[in-house]
């Protein structure tokens, strides 16, 4: 398997290699559309001069001709019959046709250069052939000659082309150490990603990377580190949680198989065996609310619990949760205060938001002294809707509240479960709420603590 190294290297020559394609591809065609017309033009000129010359010093033709062929030009020069002479570099292939050179002893010009065929890969200026020049008529001694000439490429642009072909195979040749040396370095932090991702899928979660870098490599490299510790707080939340549910699981089991043991094994009287028998009762609705929790935990978080919809009063639906938490309010003599403007409705499942309302106020029945107060209140905005429940309790501690969402969760460090609290409920209401795609935040101080729900007003 190719490594990603070797993969960025090649694509990076082919880069460059198709780059260098089309670049000529396309200066090949500006030449043949615009430079070719133009550089006829200008070679038919010089042509022209050079037959002014030699019509007007027929004695100096040959010496003429042969000065022009080291100034730069290769020159052909015929009368059409057996009397012809090359000056200066030959050229490669002499494909000049009869009839071309009959015509222009009759007076006309060619324009070889012009007519020159379009080639995608050869450049008509550097094909030394004889037609691929520009001819004149020159009547020069009484005698009438057909004079072809084309520039000496060679001659004229030697040391330019060993130059710029030198320029160009350095510019490749460094061009590819350079991209070497900087596909090392892209790749050397993807190799250490790498890495930490075989040590996390090892369970090791301390992980330490680079991330001085400010580009998408860097920001890369510090979601990773932030992923690598949500994965190391989520292993050990779910850890803890296999723990808390077998610490739940076993103390009830346990005083059930202890009180079922001294019901079956000894002589008590009548009451005491209705008080073990009522243990035993209070054990098993526990273990029973438990496993009513945990699945429906279960389920809202691998979302297989479909949301119904419907638009219903919130304020009937918080009195419906209020009136099944009335013996609990009346039995510690709460003042219970409602504030929600009848206009304001929620859309969303009545089964599901009512067991949030009917959390977070029993909760706070269950937690704050006798004679205190719980007041819920509601209002709407354009956006959302916003719903506080608030009592007057001692509070709860700082270092409590980032975690009163988890699982058996329980800001009483004795993990008391007289109150028949399973310490699912705020998780559950947590879950319910982003269901409903909205959020829950809690505050607390020594005069209250207050719960506030915001969900989206549709």
Known sequence: MKSLYSRVFLITLIVIVVSSTLGFLASNMYYHVKLKPFNDEKLVG???????FLENEPADVDAYLQNAAALGYQIYLTDGDKDDGY??????????SESTISGVLQGDIYHGVAQFPNKPFISGFFDNRLS???????AAGGRQFALFM???????????RIFFALVGILTVAISVVLFLISTRYLVKPVTRLSEATKRIAQGNYNIVL?????????????????????????????????????????????????FAKLLGGS?????????????????????????????????????QVAVNRKTFSLRDQVRQAVQMLQWRIEEKELLLKISIPESITLTGDDVLLIQVWMNLIGNAALHIPAGRTITVHAEQTHADIKVVIRDTGDGIAAEHLPFLFDRFYRADRAHERGSGSTGLGLAIVKRIVQL???????????????FTVTLPAL
Do not use: W
Not at 132 to 138: E, L
């Open 46 to 52: 010089i042509a022209s001069q050079m037959k002014r």
């Open 87 to 96: 000056y200066g570099r030959s050229f490669r292939k002499m494909d000049l």
């Open 132 to 138: 691929n020049t520009v001819g004149v008529p020159v």
């Open 150 to 160: 084309h520039p000496d490429v060679i001659l004229q642009f030697g040391e330019l």
């Open 210 to 258: 680079p991330t001085k870098r400010r580009d998408e490599i860097g920001r890369l490299a510090e979601h990773f580190m932030v992923m690598s510790r949500e994965l190391e707080r989520t292993d050990a939340a779910r850890q803890q949680f296999v723990s808390n549910v077998s610490h739940e699981i076993q103390s009830p089991l346990t005083s059930i198989q202890g």
């Open 267 to 303: 002589r008590l009287s009548s009451e005491e065996s209705a008080h073990y028998a009522s243990i035993i009762e209070q054990e098993s609705r526990h273990l029973s609310m438990l496993s009513k929790q945990l699945l429906l935990l279960s389920s809202l978080e691998q979302g």
């Open 436 to 450: 409903h795609e909205g959020h829950i935040e809690v505050t607390s101080s020594p005069e209250g603590t207050s």
